[in-house]
């Protein structure tokens, strides 16, 4: 006796093959936008990271607020002199924030990065 596929179950293995298949299809936007999302604040990450080395190397009196504009990301540097009880020469450390913002969809982006200056003696 042989025993062969009808073409009703046929039909119905392909229906919930096309259903698999869509759901999965519909995934892959999803990944590329959330791998787009991480290369976008890795590559915040890397220009911050750069900017707070190059300010390490300036002296006091060169350390100045200011919003500049790298890679399509804008930089904003704050500074604010630091009050920690008894801790030795706190002049010449300064807490540095910078705030890195980006566009991304349409939609506005940003990483707070904060650290500590020593500034190098003019």
């Known amino acids: 006796m042989k025993r062969a596929f009808?073409?009703?179950?046929?039909m119905i293995a392909m229906?919930?093959?096309a259903v698999g298949l869509f759901?999965?299809?519909?995934?892959f936007p999803?990944?590329?936008q959330a791998s787009?999302?991480?290369?976008?604040s890795s590559r915040a990450s890397i220009v911050a990271g750069r900017i707070?080395?190059?300010l390490k190397l300036k002296?006091?009196?060169e350390l100045k607020e200011e919003a500049i504009t790298q890679e399509g990301m804008t930089l904003a540097t704050r500074f604010a002199p630091l009050t920690v009880p008894h801790l030795v020469d706190q002049q010449r450390l300064k807490a540095v924030e910078l705030t890195v913002t980006w566009q991304q969809n349409g939609r506005p982006r940003s990483q707070v990065f904060m650290t500590y200056v020593r500034c190098v003696p003019s």
């Not at 759901?23 to 995934?27: K, S």
Request: aromatic letters at 0%; a negative charge; proline letters at 0%.
């Open 30 to 32: 999803m990944g590329l």
């Open 36 to 40: 787009h999302r991480s290369e976008l």
């Open 52 to 54: 707070l080395e190059e």
């Open 59 to 61: 002296s006091c009196a």
């Open 6 to 10: 009808s073409l009703i179950e046929v």
């Open 23 to 27: 759901g999965a299809v519909r995934v």
């Open 15 to 17: 229906a919930i093959l």
